[in-house]
Every structure is written in C-alpha cells, then in structure tokens.
C-alpha cells in the first residue's frame, strides 16, 4: 500500500508546483495508473516515493513505514523503473543483476530460478554475459525491469514502463504486472498509452499542473464526465484541456 | 562559413557557459561557498608566483650582460608546448571520442572537419587557460623589464594565441591516426588505453630529451661558443622542439626582419598544421568516430551450470558496491588513466627523471648521508613523497561524481549511507595505497631506504591517506557533479578534484610546517614520530566520522 497525505513538492524555490498537496491511498492487489500531460507532476510524485526527492510538506507511507523515516526499510520492499534506463554501461547484465541480489539481499537460488525465469521470457539470454554499453534502449529496458523484479518486491512503481519495449515484450510485461498484483502486491505506474491504462489499471489517477484531479475505476471516470460512453482518451483531454 | 561558426559557438558555450554557473552562484545560490575557498587557494598560490617572478628576474639580471635573456622567452614557450603536448591527449580524446554531444551532432548537416573545428577550438580555449599559469608571468613580466614597447604586446598577443596549436595539432593527428586502427578492433577500451599510455610515455620521453639535451654538461669550449654566439644558449634549448626557438625569435625582433620573418614561420606552421587536421578529420575522423561507443556482445546463452558460477550467494552490500565501483572505474578508459594509473606512471616517470637527469649522484649521497645522520629527516621527506604519490589522482574525490546519471541507483538501493561511503572509502582508499607502494618502491630502489626508515615512512603515509582519502570524499559529496555528459568532466574536467588537491597540499604543508616547528623546539626523532603518527590517527579517525555524518545527510539532501 502506497499513502500520499498532503503532500507538496515545488522547485525554483516555490515558483513551480510539481506536486501540489497530494492526498493519495494505492491498495494492496492494485495497479494503479498515473496520467497526465507533459510536465503535470507525474515523475516528480514517482521519485518522491522511492526517494529520490523529498517532499517540502506531507508524507508518503508504504505499507504503514514513512518513506522519510524508515527509508531503508521502505526501500528494502519497493523497486524502481525509471523513464530512462541510464544504468551502469560497464557492466554485463548478470553483474548488474548479481549487484541487485545482494543489495537487496535475494538468496542464491532464488536468484538463479527468477533470473532464469526472466531472461526467457524477456529473450536476454544470448545477452546476459555482454556489456550493458552493447544494449540496445529495448534491451535496457528490460534489464531493468529485471533487475527490479528479481528482489520480488511488495511494491513496485514504474515510470512509463512500456517504452521502448517491443510488442512481445510489451504483452509479458503487462501479464507480470497483472501477476505482481494477483499476490497482494501493489504497483504504481505512469503512462501515456491511454489504451494500456483502461485495459490494465484497477484504478488510475489524472494529474495537471502537480494537482490530482481526478481518481478512480475507469467507470468511475466515466461518471465524470456527460457522454458515460467515452473513451478514456477523451476524457483525459477534456480534463486536462487549457 | 555561417555553420561552422554556428557550431563553435555552441560548442564554446556548452563547455564554457557561465549561464549555469551565474544561476548556481546567484540564483540558487549554491555554490555561493566556493567563491571564499577558491579567493583563498590563488591567494595560497601567491607565493609560489612571487617565487616564478623573481627567478624569472634572476635568470634576466644573469642573462642580460651576455645578450641572452630571450632565453627566458623560450623556456615559457616551451613548457608551454610540452605541456600541451602531454596532457592535451586526455583533452584530445575525450572531447573528440568519448563527448555525448556527438551523437547529437553527428546526424546533423555537418563536414566532419566543422565538427573537429568545434571541439578543437573548445581544446583550445581550455589551454589557454591552463597554460596561463606559467606562460603568461613570463611573457608579462619579461615585457616589464625589458621595458617593452606596443610591438612587444602585440606579438605577445599573436604569439601567445598560436602558442598550443602546433602541439594541440600534432597530439590530434596521432589521436586520428591511433583511433582509426582502435575503432577497426573489438577491443576498443583496452586498445584506447594502450595507446594513450604509448602517447604519454613519448611526451615524457620526449621531455627527458629536453632535459638531457638542455641539462648536460657540455665542455667548456662548447660552453663558451654558446654563450658567446648571439642566441646560442636559445638555439640549443630549443634545438629539439623549433617553435619554441620562432616564438622566442619573432618577440624578440618584434618590428625587424628577423621578428616578422620568424613570426610567419612560427603562424605558417601552426596554420599549415592546423589545416592539415581539418583535411585528415575529413577524411578519418567519423571512421575512427562513428561506433566508437559501441560494443559488440558475445551473444552466448549461459549453461545451468555457468548460471550457478556466475551467480553470487549474496555478498553483503560494502562488497557489492566495492565490487560495483572496482569495475566501473577499472573498465572506463578515463576513469582508469585519471585514476588508477596515474598512481603507477608518476613515481615511475618521476624516478627515471631523476635517474636520468644532471647531479643526480650527488642528490642520492645527500639523502644517504642524511639516512646515516638524521633519519627523521629522511622519513619525513620520504613520508611527503608518498603521500603526494597517493593523492595525486582524482579517484576519492570524483567518486560520487563518477556516478553520474546512475546516482540515482545509489538513492533508491536498500543500502545505508554509511554501507555506501565505506564501499567507495575501501575503493579510493586501495588506490591510494598503491600510490604509496609504488612510490615506497621507487624510493627503496633509488635512495636505498633502511628499512626502519622506509617502516617509519609508510606508518606515517598510510595514516595520511586515511585522512586525505576522506577529505576527497566530502569535497565531492558537498558538490557532486552528477549531470555530466562526458566521462572526463567527472574526474579531469571536475573542479572538485582541484579542490581536493589544494586541500591535500594545505594539509600536507601544515604538517610539515608542525614538524619543523617542534623541531626546532628540541624534539628528538622518535619523539617527533610518534607525535606525528599520533595526530595523524586523530586527523583520520576525526575525518572519518566526520565523513560518515556528512554523507548520511547529503545521501538525502541530493535530489536527482
């Protein structure tokens, strides 16, 4: 479980509201998808979950530990996908992987059975043993998913995860996504593929100009809006229209 | 013609760009700390200019009476050019090879050459600014006492403009040439560095030609030949590299013949070689270039059993991150020849100096002589040497800059600030210690150290590294440069590494100062030893914990 309670972040000393007083629950057993324009908030409100900004005011739970406090223990049990796979280039693929395990400390045969697992599925085989430099964007993208799903974490929050990907990869991606959350476990997702959200998401969230203004089921969505047949695509531009 | 200036621009503006800096300074007012701290180290720099000026004014005053004080003129130009000649090989490379901008600007409508003139004018401007330092006092201070007139300036300008072209153009057109065989090969890294070692041990053994050349004792009737002759003592300095010898001749002409003829020479050359990079860029320079960053994979599925090899049974998080960062610096070509093995080549190069160089018989009974009488004094120098030996390279205090856009794997990472710090600690800390080793190695060969001396010597070096290893670091953790787009700029380019550095000499030179003084109070050998040893403990337990607390909060404060 993810909790947003009044959370706020500006950059430019208060100038620019990235996140504007963000009060948010993510459930267990859901995925939950971010929407919103370019520059609405939607990474700036991803990287104050996992730590890589800190809020000027609220706080951010995950299962009940503050990501500000206990962030060790938060980090222990969350894992992180970037928008961009900037990961380390000198590295081959199981080292990066091999380094992942132990921070997080995964058992070795644990490791071998997900890593072997992953590496089918994402076709990385024939890659593993090369450097990351020889990868191609795909590719990187997903050695990075592998990497944050091999520590098999209770959460799981990715920015625009689909990316890059190629179709196959791009379909197994959403079944893992799907599973991840079947055991109880929780993901939060960013997106602009409007079709991916309404086919995928249990709940998805709209933000603009750092304000959430919208969340729900996609029927709840619908409600919003007074042509209840609309697509989701439609109801996100009239939303977020200037 | 509009392009081409279009392109330097923006390539001056992207390295040089005060924009990102005035915002930091004023805006955000972040690096608002520097301002004293960089005000402070030229200051520290004071004396050692005093001292340039006035050997500057000796060597005048010596000179004069035989009608040959241009010879000041030529050893600044030639230090210059030397030292263009060395180290722009790393500017070279870098800029030219490893700079991301190329990607972008490789796809645009733009010859080869326009690229190459770009990146080179960006080489350029940062020589002018390095070389500075001891050019420019003696061209100054040279015109001041020879109470110089318009001409002087003006050619000192011109001259001074063309000074690193010639050597910049010669270490591009071998780069060319080396990165063309490099990109032809698989092994591309391990190619980069063999051949940039190849480079920078021809500069020095070029260097120590000079030396010889210049240094070696002639017999008397050469001597006197030479002093006599007009421009004889010039004409053999700068025997092995001419430019120096046009530069010096063209200044000291000035509105003559003589002046303007050595002066079309000096531009000719500089041009012609000029020209001739911009053809050679055009016809090799995106064959050496474009690929350069790639690497082909194996393409080998692993075994069940290579699986279960390679796999680890989970090291703890120090080790990991240990093991994370050996590989990274080790298997990135600037972070190996700017880290580690500028640790291996100084004291090397420095011994073979010394073995080679004029006197150095006496030097080697002197310190034998003072091993026998006052071995305090030994160990105390040999002590400073080593300790210079294992913080010359940038690797403590480029290590979270290293990181780069990758820092944010560091933020998210169940590992504690502390596990981190530690990791890279152990990392900086090793290659520290084989600066000392190797330089306690060149020592024993070449001072033939007793053993109590050479104990003494590495006790007190390693306590100093633990100290100095640590300030590194928390000179890098305050202003970590995260957002590079050129590995060189992490560690060669990275203004922490200079800090750090003249915080080494501050701290090196304080402890000096703290010997002599008790010293001359009367303190014996031992005594002195044990004190320094002591202090030194201190430092290192004090910058130790210091370091964890600082990296605890700054491991959050720094956002990416």
């Given at each position: 479980m993810i909790e947003f309670r009044r959370v706020s972040k500006s950059y430019n000393k208060g100038k620019i509201?990235?996140?504007?007083?963000?009060?948010?629950?993510?459930?267990p057993g859901e995925i939950f998808g971010f929407l919103g324009p370019n520059g609405a908030g939607k990474t700036t409100t991803i990287k104050l979950i996992v730590g890589l900004l800190k809020p000027d005011a609220g706080t951010i739970t995950i299962n009940g530990l503050d990501t500000q406090k206990d962030a060790l223990k938060c980090k222990a049990m969350t894992t992180y996908v970037p928008d961009y796979p900037?990961?380390?280039?000198?590295?081959?693929?199981?080292?990066?992987?091999?380094?992942?395990?132990?921070?997080?400390?995964?058992?070795?045969?644990?490791?071998?059975?997900?890593?072997?697992?992953?590496?089918?599925?994402?076709?990385l085989s024939q890659a593993v043993s090369s450097p990351i430099q020889s990868y191609s964007h795909g590719m990187r993208q997903k050695i990075v998913m592998m990497a944050a799903l091999l520590p098999a974490p209770r959460v799981m929050v990715l920015d625009e995860p689909l990316v890059g990907?190629?179709?196959?990869?791009?379909?197994?991606?959403?079944?893992?996504?799907?599973?991840?959350?079947?055991?109880?476990?929780?993901?939060?997702?960013?997106?602009?593929?409007?079709?991916?959200?309404?086919?995928?998401?249990?709940?998805?969230?709209?933000?603009?100009?750092?304000?959430?203004?919208?969340?729900?089921?996609?029927?709840?969505?619908?409600?919003?809006?007074?042509?209840?047949?609309?697509?989701?695509?439609?109801?996100?531009?009239?939303?977020?229209?200037? | 013609m509009k392009k081409l200036l279009s392109v330097i621009r923006v390539g001056l503006k992207v390295n040089f760009g005060l924009a990102v800096l005035r915002h930091r300074l004023i805006k955000e007012k972040?690096?608002?700390?520097?301002?004293?701290l960089i005000v402070v180290a030229f200051l520290g720099l004071g004396p050692t200019l005093y001292g340039y000026l006035a050997v500057i004014k000796l060597a005048y005053r010596l000179l004069l009476p035989l009608g040959q004080q241009h010879l000041i003129l030529t050893y600044g130009f030639l230090a210059g050019q030397v030292f263009v000649l060395i180290f722009g090989l790393y500017y070279v490379v870098?800029?030219?090879?490893?700079?991301?901008?190329?990607?972008?600007?490789?796809?645009?409508?733009?010859?080869?050459?326009?690229?190459?003139?770009?990146?080179?004018?960006?080489?350029?401007?940062?020589?002018?600014?390095?070389?500075?330092?001891?050019?420019?006092?003696?061209?100054?201070?040279?015109?001041?006492l020879s109470k110089a007139g318009l001409p002087y300036w003006i050619f000192a300008l011109v001259i001074y403009l063309l000074l690193p072209v010639i050597p910049l153009a010669v270490v591009s057109l071998l780069v060319i040439a080396m990165m063309r065989a490099v990109n032809l090969s698989r092994k591309k890294d391990a190619l980069i560095i063999v051949g940039s070692l190849v480079l920078i041990v021809a500069g020095f053994g070029l260097q120590l030609f000079l030396n010889r050349t210049a240094g070696a004792s002639p017999d008397p009737r050469a001597m006197v030949?030479?002093?006599?002759?007009?421009?004889?003592?010039?004409?053999?300095?700068?025997?092995?590299?001419?430019?120096?010898?046009?530069?010096?001749?063209?200044?000291?002409?000035?509105?003559?013949?003589?002046?303007?003829?050595?002066?079309?020479?000096?531009?000719?050359?500089?041009?012609?070689?000029?020209?001739?990079?911009?053809?050679?860029?055009?016809?090799?320079?995106?064959r050496g270039l474009i690929g350069i960053g790639e690497i082909s994979g194996r393409k080998k599925t692993l075994s069940r059993e290579g699986m279960s090899r390679q796999v680890s049974s989970?090291?703890?998080?120090?080790?990991?991150?240990?093991?994370?960062?050996?590989?990274?610096?080790?298997?990135?070509?600037?972070?190996?020849?700017?880290?580690?093995?500028?640790?291996?080549?100084?004291?090397?190069?420095?011994?073979?100096?010394?073995?080679?160089?004029?006197?150095?018989?006496?030097?080697?009974?002197?310190?034998?002589?003072?091993?026998?009488?006052?071995?305090?004094?030994?160990?105390?120098?040999?002590?400073?040497?080593?300790?210079?030996?294992?913080?010359?390279?940038?690797?403590?205090?480029?290590?979270?800059?290293?990181?780069?856009?990758?820092?944010?794997?560091?933020?998210?990472?169940?590992?504690?600030?502390k596990e981190q710090v530690m990791a890279k600690f152990i990392h900086s800390y090793f290659i520290s210690l084989l600066g000392i080793v190797v330089a306690s190695g060149v020592?024993?060969?070449?001072?033939?150290?007793?053993?109590?001396?050479?104990?003494?010597?590495?006790?007190?070096?390693?306590?100093?590294?633990?100290?100095?290893?640590?300030?590194?670091?928390?000179?890098?953790?305050?202003?970590?440069?995260?957002?590079?787009?050129?590995?060189?700029?992490?560690?060669?380019?990275?203004?922490?590494?200079?800090?750090?550095?003249?915080?080494?000499?501050?701290?090196?030179?304080?402890?000096?100062?703290?010997?002599?003084?008790?010293?001359?109070?009367?303190?014996?050998?031992?005594?002195?030893?044990?004190?320094?040893?002591?202090?030194?403990?201190?430092?290192?337990?004090?910058?130790?914990?210091?370091?964890?607390?600082?990296?605890?909060?700054?491991?959050?404060?720094?956002?990416?």
């Open positions: 509201r990235a996140v504007d007083d963000l009060d948010l629950v993510i459930k900037a990961i380390y280039e000198r590295l081959t693929g199981l080292e990066y992987l091999n380094f992942i395990g132990d921070v997080y400390g995964v058992p070795k045969a644990d490791r071998i059975a997900r890593i072997e697992k992953w590496l089918e599925i994402f076709e990907l190629d179709p196959r990869a791009s379909h197994h991606l959403k079944e893992i996504m799907r599973e991840h959350c079947d055991q109880g476990k929780t993901l939060f997702f960013s997106t602009h593929i409007m079709e991916v959200a309404e086919k995928l998401c249990d709940r998805m969230g709209i933000i603009n100009k750092g304000k959430l203004i919208a969340c729900g089921t996609l029927a709840e969505l619908k409600k919003l809006n007074h042509e209840q047949h609309e697509s989701l695509e439609n109801i996100f531009l009239e939303l977020t229209e200037e | 972040k690096d608002i700390w520097l301002v004293p870098s800029a030219f090879y490893f700079s991301k901008d190329l990607d972008i600007l490789i796809p645009l409508p733009l010859k080869p050459f326009q690229v190459m003139f770009s990146k080179f004018s960006v080489i350029l401007v940062n020589e002018y600014l390095t070389i500075a330092f001891f050019v420019l006092p003696v061209l100054v201070y040279y015109g001041i030949r030479f002093l006599t002759a007009p421009d004889g003592l010039i004409q053999r300095v700068g025997a092995v590299f001419p430019p120096s010898i046009w530069a010096t001749k063209a200044l000291a002409g000035g509105l003559t013949a003589s002046g303007f003829s050595n002066l079309l020479i000096f531009a000719g050359v500089s041009l012609t070689l000029f020209y001739g990079i911009l053809i050679m860029a055009e016809k090799l320079f995106y989970g090291r703890h998080p120090v080790r990991a991150i240990f093991t994370r960062e050996w590989r990274i610096m080790n298997r990135t070509p600037i972070f190996l020849l700017n880290g580690v093995l500028v640790v291996v080549i100084v004291p090397l190069l420095l011994v073979i100096m010394a073995q080679t160089g004029s006197g150095k018989g006496s030097n080697v009974v002197l310190l034998r002589l003072l091993t026998s009488t006052k071995p305090i004094y030994v160990i105390l120098a040999a002590s400073c040497f080593m300790t210079i030996c294992s913080c010359l390279n940038g690797t403590s205090s480029s290590t979270f800059s290293r990181e780069g856009g990758q820092f944010w794997m560091s933020k998210v990472i169940p590992a504690t600030a020592a024993v060969l070449v001072v033939h150290l007793k053993v109590v001396v050479f104990a003494g010597a590495f006790l007190i070096s390693i306590a100093a590294a633990v100290a100095l290893t640590a300030v590194g670091m928390m000179i890098d953790l305050a202003r970590p440069l995260l957002d590079w787009t050129n590995p060189q700029k992490a560690i060669k380019q990275n203004l922490n590494v200079l800090l750090a550095m003249l915080a080494d000499i501050g701290i090196i030179s304080a402890l000096g100062y703290f010997s002599v003084f008790l010293l001359k109070r009367g303190i014996g050998g031992g005594m002195l030893f044990a004190i320094l040893f002591v202090v030194l403990v201190l430092l290192s337990s004090a910058s130790w914990t210091f370091l964890l607390k600082f990296a605890k909060k700054r491991y959050v404060e720094i956002e990416v």
